[in-house]
């Protein structure tokens, strides 16, 4: 299995850094600066071979370029945005895979919170990432796709494993459960959830990754009934305090 650490940027990023121990390939998931992830390859003695990004927004690939410099390492992202994506030497689209050492991930196009969104997927090492679509409890802002096509991107997520872990792309996890309380004051695993999430963030800890079985059972955006519903959700959560 892919080691994968997580590189906090910015005030609540989160790039990951993926190391194939057969291999030796090392990935950054969505690098949004370059120094933090450079100190973190320095601390391990690892240098940079790919870099992947979910979608084209400044906080995801503004390390794309100053990285690329400095390792020489090829840049992987939505080929549906590859205007807008910095560096890009390979883009990948739905049903396309990504080969990272010895393992093989798959392309899901998940467009809602920009129209090139794109997941990757590494089943054999259960892992998923989601960047700005899914978000523990929570989802991106659809800043340029609609409720039915995030409607159908979670229906996509849904469907992997429950035990797939999600590595989203900001730390909003607290707030997004304050949310779903809201949303569903009488949800038992949501409260579960929020007393776990609570005292991580008290200890200054990350909450990510969650699992898909996780967010089936707490996730308000992944539980509406419809397109309809999660649109209302989302306009809701955009001005909730």
Known sequence: MLSI?????????????????VSGAVGIVDPSEAPPVLAALAARGWKLTHIFNTHHHFDHTGGNIPLKEATGAVVIGPKADAHRIPGLDTGVG??????????????FDIPAHTTGHIAL?????????????????????????????????????????????????????????????????????????MVKVRALRAAHEPTIPSTIALERRTNPFMRAANAGELGARRAAKDSFK
Do not use: W
């Open 94 to 107: 739905e049903g396309d895979t990504v080969t990272f050492g010895t393992e093989t991930g798959g392309v």
């Open 5 to 21: 650490d997580l590189v906090p940027c910015l005030s609540d990023n989160y790039a990951y850094l993926l190391h194939d121990p």
């Open 121 to 193: 997927y590494f089943a054999a090492s259960k892992a998923v990432f989601t960047g700005d679509t899914l978000f523990a409890m929570g989802c991106g802002r659809l800043f340029e796709g609609t409720p039915a096509d995030m409607f159908a991107a979670m229906r996509k997520l849904e469907a992997l494993p429950g035990d797939t872990r999600v590595y989203c792309g900001h730390e909003y996890t607290e707030s997004n459960g304050r949310f779903a309380l809201h949303v569903e004051p009488d949800n038992a695993d949501i409260q579960a959830e």
